[in-house]
């Protein structure tokens, strides 16, 4: 209970609104300076997106809804100053109904999946990004510069997904996504060394009622049923060559 009132009390104390990476930093060098016992302190923030609500287009002076996906910060601070910085999204559900497929995978004896190049792709992605600062005194000195690159990393993930909005990208895969998401990041993204994605399948499932009876409702990939099963857990890591992930 003790160091529940202390985290209070140091969010109390700020004079300015911080990032949660900037919090988690600040009660980790906290502990580690406070404590003689504490050589380490690791410090993990979820952070629930509350965003405001619009009515009839115009956005509400007091009125918030909580939206779907987190964002998360995990800091490791040692007494001497060393730092480890991640972020991250948990919850990130996407779909687009068109231009993507699955071909080109490897086949042999067993395999019965067809190839398609059209098919609706879903999934919710949990990623994962590491900083490159090594130490408390070398992050950026603007207070909301993370919360500013996290929001910039999401729209990096989604734009890579989605593509342009009048022609969209294709997919070949999620696995081929996936890739070309985080490779996104890297390149975008000059102090983030190391990156993390996971992408499970979310199946919706044209429904197509095959009988010599049914003479009145033809189904032509146009009613979908959402179902969990059977999907793959589609995960990957990219890094710099010098990234210590």
Not at 79 to 92: D, F, N, R
Not at 168 to 194: C, E, H, W
């Amino acid at each position: 209970m003790l160091l529940v009132t202390q985290v209070y009390v140091k969010a109390k104390e700020c004079s300015e609104q911080l990032s949660a990476e900037n919090f988690a930093i600040l009660l980790a060098r906290h502990f580690t300076s406070f404590y003689k016992q504490v050589t380490t302190a690791i410090v993990k923030i979820v952070e629930k997106p509350w965003e405001r609500v619009h009515i009839n287009g115009q956005p509400h002076e007091h009125g918030f809804k909580l939206g779907s996906e987190k964002h998360t910060a995990e800091v490791t601070v040692q007494k001497s100053g060393v730092l480890k910085l991640t972020s991250g999204i948990e919850g990130l559900s996407v779909l687009k109904t068109t231009k993507s497929g699955f071909e080109g995978f490897i086949r042999d004896q067993y395999t019965a999946l067809p190839e398609t190049r059209e098919r609706m792709l879903a999934t919710e992605v949990t990623a994962l990004w590491r900083y490159s600062y090594e130490s408390a005194s070398s992050i950026p000195k603007n207070p909301l510069y993370f919360t500013e690159r996290y929001l910039d990393v999401k729209k990096s993930l989604a734009n890579t997904f989605f593509g342009p909005p009048k022609e969209g990208v294709y997919s070949a895969s999620v696995q081929r996504t996936l890739f070309q998401m985080a490779k996104a990041v890297l390149n975008r993204f000059p102090d983030i060394s190391s990156i993390q994605l996971k992408m499970p399948n979310i199946h919706f499932l044209p429904v197509n009622i095959s009988s010599k009876e049914n003479t009145i409702v033809k189904f032509n990939d146009d009613v979908f049923l959402p179902t969990d099963e059977p999907h793959g857990s589609i995960e990957a890591s990219l890094s710099r060559f010098w990234s210590k992930m």
